[in-house]
């Protein structure tokens, strides 16, 4: 067992290609760390890194507290496997798994004992004697795991093992992985771009966008107290909400984020009303997941946006409506893309809050002329807001609808993105 520390690790591929960018993150002894991103945000890279079998260009990998980036890929006790796990064809599933013991010169009754101890754990010991050529994709998958960890490495990389497989057997292999690894306490670093992979497997995640780490925690800790709109849209299974407020403290009596046609009021007491009152006279970004709305009558006076029930949507175990409210949606915000800078580093924040504040005012204007909104082909639904409504439909299309917003469940970013509201975490 061995910690992985990430240093500012940063990866810049040849042509000044920003890959990672100043990484910093540690995955304990034993620990199992998911990397999540979307595509492309440079999670097989840093796993690379790891391995050995990409470079760091600068910041420092430590390895079971020794300093990693120049150790050679066979000397850092490392095991990967890979999207397709590419096994030796002529060999039969006993020989794919047994072949590292064999290369180290092991002992045979050792590697029998092994071999079959893993494959038992993995469900493929009935397959032992066949070739890779007559197994499933999910088998495939199974034997290029115990192939990886026959030799019990320090450290477990996985990049996106189940992302070839259908969906069942995604779901069925998920619960075995984390049942093996959690059995053999081997440090685990997994990537995918699956966020309820993600949620699932486990002990922490590190959640990761264009090369730089969003945001790192329990599962529970980043979707419920998400560090960043980014973060808190990507672990959404339906659309996040994302609507832009101006913040006021009318007299002081209390502070409100007003949408135009709605406002919603914090008390002084609110333990979240003093970050955002910092922001008063301006404008931040509120989040509100579809299930922290809910349908309630006319007459109910909480906090609450109205509307007209645009669509509804049937998801089988529930339905979403969308509804027009008349306040606009904004996009996520994203850090600057790494890869059309030219020069060494990314800029901390320079450029990215102008741009998106003339992103937000530009949206305002429209919005100044309703009609243009829906001229913006395929940004219809950017102007409802969605409630998740159950299982029975509490409304038709075309209903005025009562939203309650359940103000617990709210988030305030900065226009940038990052979080002002929440009781961050100390780790
Ligand atoms: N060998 C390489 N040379 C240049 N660019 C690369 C190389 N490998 C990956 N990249 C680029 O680096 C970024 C991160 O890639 P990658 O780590 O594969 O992302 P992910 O695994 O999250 O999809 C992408 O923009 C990708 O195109
Ligand atoms: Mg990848």
Known sequence: MSSVVLDKVTKVYPGDHLAVDRMSLKAEDGEFLV????????KSTLLRMIAG???????DLWLDGKLANHLPPRDRDVAMVFQSGALYPHRSVRGNIAFPLEIAKADPQFVKDRVTELSKALHIDETLN??????????RQRVAMGRAI?????????????????????TELRMEISALVRSLGVTTIYVTHDQVEALTLADRIAIMNRGVLQDVGTPAQIYNDPA??????????????????????????????????HQLTLPWSDPRAYAISQYT?????????????????????????FGRVRALEYHGHEWLAYVECGTPGVPVP???????????????????????????TSRVLTEENEHDEEQESGHHRRTDLIVRLGVRPAWRVADAAKVAVDLSRIMVFTL??????AARRTS
């Open 35 to 42: 990397l999540l991103g979307p595509s492309g945000c440079g």
């Open 53 to 59: 079998l990409e470079e760091v260009t600068e910041g």
């Open 130 to 139: 066949r070739r890779p050529g007559t197994l499933s994709g999910g088998q």
């Open 150 to 170: 026959v030799r019990q490495p320090k450290i477990f990389l996985m990049d996106e093992p189940l992302s070839n497989l259908d969906a069942g057997m995604r």
């Open 228 to 261: 960043t709109a980014f973060v808190a849209a990507f672990l959404n299974s339906q659309q996040l909400n994302l609507l832009s407020a101006t913040v006021r403290t009318p007299q002081n009596q209390f502070v409100m984020l007003d949408f135009g046609p």
């Open 281 to 305: 006279g301006g404008q931040v970004l509120v989040g509100m997941r579809p299930d922290g709305l809910a349908p309630v009558p006319e007459s109910y006076d909480g906090p609450s946006f």
């Open 334 to 360: 994203e850090p600057p893309d790494p890869r059309r800078k030219t020069n060494g580093h990314a800029p901390e924040s320079t450029g990215l809050g102008t741009m998106l504040r003339r992103m937000f």
């Open 416 to 421: 940038e993105g990052a979080r002002i509201d």
